[in-house]
């Protein structure tokens, strides 16, 4: 007799287990639990992402030290200037296409494409 109570207990409590974790299952399948689980993903990834620049940003500024150290631009009191950009004039006149005096047409590299 406790031999037929112990294993009618057991099998109940295996049902009640197993009906649990089906419903469980179903509720995390349910529309309104999935949009939530997505939501806390994507937030989830926000704070991933957000961590990831401010550690890309102090690792340029580490970087950055390093290099001004390496160049000796730190502790000097003057600043460092750079050249004046050039101006589009300067830059459009090393490319100019010129005529030859006398002749007809565009001269190239060797000057003699119009023969």
């Known amino acids: 007799m406790f031999r037929r109570?112990?294993?009618f207990t057991?099998?109940?409590a295996?049902?009640?287990w197993a009906t649990n974790k089906v419903h469980?299952?179903?509720r995390r399948l349910q529309p309104d639990s999935l949009a939530a689980q997505a939501a806390d993903k994507a937030v989830e990834t926000g704070h991933r992402l957000r961590q990831f620049a401010l550690d890309v940003r102090a690792g340029m500024a580490d970087r950055e030290?390093?290099?001004n150290d390496?160049?000796?631009l730190r502790g000097?009191?003057?600043a460092v200037e750079l050249p004046a950009p050039r101006s589009h004039a300067a830059h459009?006149?090393?490319h100019r296409i010129t005529r030859t005096p006398g002749r007809p047409g565009l001269t190239g590299p060797t000057g003699n494409e119009d023969h």
Do not use: Y
């Open 24 to 26: 469980r299952k179903l």
């Open 65 to 67: 030290e390093q290099l």
């Open 92 to 94: 459009e006149s090393h």
């Open 5 to 7: 109570a112990f294993w």
């Open 76 to 78: 000097t009191s003057e």
């Open 14 to 16: 295996a049902g009640v």
């Open 10 to 12: 057991t099998g109940a």
């Open 70 to 72: 390496a160049l000796g």
